[in-house]
């Protein structure tokens, strides 16, 4: 089964490039963005470069899945080494607070990373994003303690959300429209794809403790390597308005809004014409914040055993690997509004599929509603869209975004553990988890049906 699903993840590495095509290299053009006026306006401000060539991207994307698999393939190793060191109740301790100490820095250093992308640069984070988690890993591979593996678990979170964060950034700088979903999905299908390799091959390999860190630490170098060959997407002119602020009140009210973007998880609800695009998604991203949920629900309530829950994993990677591969291609032939109210009536069959059937319907489900997994690439397309028609810069735009998503990940898996336990105990109702996702997923599909055009 597992070398099937490598094979055929295998032959949907290559089958992207014949699906989306690939055109010829040409040199990158800057274009004025909304702040351009005439007057005494000596030259443009801000630009970015906006490219539908495929071949440009080709080191972000090799940065992308390389980072990824890197991390995957060292996932699974952190939790039972700790508990073997510490014991299963301090090490889920541990891994818990990990998780809830990521989401903080994520939450509170997304809209700084932003403000530093939009006044440095997204090269220079790129680049620099994958350098704690190459530390940690290098010292888990001398060194396997508690503290090391914990680093690494903590690192390889913040790095990927980082890599993920700067990658979206470059994207809606050289991408628009239905490009710009296709391009979200070709680095989902990326993304999944490392994760889904990583785990496999850490699984067919076998290795020591040591020796697993070790190669996760070179291929996570590769990502570095790849990530400095990405074009600086940013550009900025030497020229300036007359009659600026002077340099020291410049500098001040720069400080004020890194501090104000420091407390802006929720800031972006009340930008009203993104409003109905952040709450898209949110409805796409909650359910992916089940997957602790889950595991103990099919082994509760289903009696899946370990084996029989890893190759369902491996299954749903491919699926999803599929789903975002055909939306990145569909997007074009139909639109962002069709898309996206498409994939919120496919995302409802998993959970349709497992209320009515149990473990089988959910496999039947998760198959059937396929494209459910691409339904953040035309809200993502039309939520940078309508950022950029309000003037907002790209790296901050990003980093509310990603602050904002970022407290999901405290608040879901809560959500989803309180549905299960209160559904069972109180209401004798064991499904109250995928209830409450369909009920998400058609949610979803009523708000696109009304609002996207």
Not at 119 to 141: D, E, M, Q
Not at 356 to 365: A, D, E, P, S
């Amino acid at each position: 089964m597992r070398r099937f699903l490598m094979f055929t993840s295998l032959l949907l590495f290559f089958f992207p490039h014949h699906v989306i095509g690939m055109k010829r290299l040409r040199p990158l053009k800057p274009v004025p963005t909304a702040d351009a006026k005439v007057g005494n306006l000596k030259k443009v401000t801000d630009t970015a470069t906006i490219t539908n060539d495929e071949t440009s991207l080709a080191p972000l994307r090799a940065t992308l899945f390389l980072m990824v698999w890197g991390s995957s393939f060292v996932a699974f190793r952190p939790a039972p080494a700790l508990i073997e060191r510490l014991g299963t109740a301090d090490a889920t301790k541990l891994l818990s607070a990990i998780s809830a100490t990521a989401a903080l820095i994520e939450i509170t250093g997304s809209p700084l990373i932003g403000s530093i992308m939009d006044s440095t640069g997204r090269k220079p984070v790129l680049v620099c994003a994958a350098l704690p988690l190459l530390g940690a890993n290098i010292l888990a591979s001398f060194a396997p303690s508690a503290i090391s593996l914990g680093l690494s678990k903590l690192s390889g979170m913040i790095s990927v959300a980082l890599i993920v964060l700067t990658s979206q950034t470059i994207l809606s700088d050289t991408r628009t429209g239905a490009s710009l979903s296709a391009a979200f999905g070709m680095n989902a299908f990326l993304t999944s794809l490392g994760f889904l390799l990583g785990a496999l091959s850490a699984s067919q390999l076998s290795l020591s403790l040591r020796h697993a860190y070790a190669v996760s630490s070179f291929t996570i170098a590769g990502a570095i390597v790849a990530a400095s060959f990405m074009k600086e997407t940013l550009l900025r002119s030497t020229t300036k308005r007359e009659g600026d602020l002077s340099a020291s009140s410049s500098r001040e009210k720069q400080q004020q809004s890194v501090l104000s973007r420091l407390l802006s998880a929720t800031r972006i609800l009340r930008r009203k014409n993104l409003r109905i695009f952040v709450t898209l998604l949110m409805i796409s991203t909650l359910p992916q914040h089940m997957g602790d949920v889950f595991q103990i629900y099919s082994k509760s309530e289903w009696n899946i055993d370990a084996k029989e829950y890893a190759s369902f994993i491996s299954m749903f990677g491919v699926v999803g690997i599929t789903g975002n591969l055909v939306g990145s291609a569909l997007v074009k032939r139909i639109g962002i509004p069709r898309l996206t109210m498409l994939a919120f009536l496919s995302s409802i069959a998993t959970p349709l599929g497992a209320t009515l059937f149990q473990f089988k319907g959910t496999m039947i489900g998760a198959v059937v509603g396929f494209l459910g997994s691409a339904q953040g690439l035309g809200v993502n397309a039309a939520f940078i869209s309508e950022g950029q028609r309000s003037g907002i810069p790209q790296g901050q735009l990003a980093g509310e975004r990603s602050s904002m998503l970022a407290l999901l990940k405290i608040f879901g898996p809560i959500m989803y553990s309180t549905l299960y336990v209160q559904g069972r105990d109180r209401l004798g109702i064991t499904s109250l988890p995928f209830i409450f996702n369909i009920c998400l997923g058609s949610f979803g599909f009523l708000l696109s049906l009304l609002y996207l055009r």
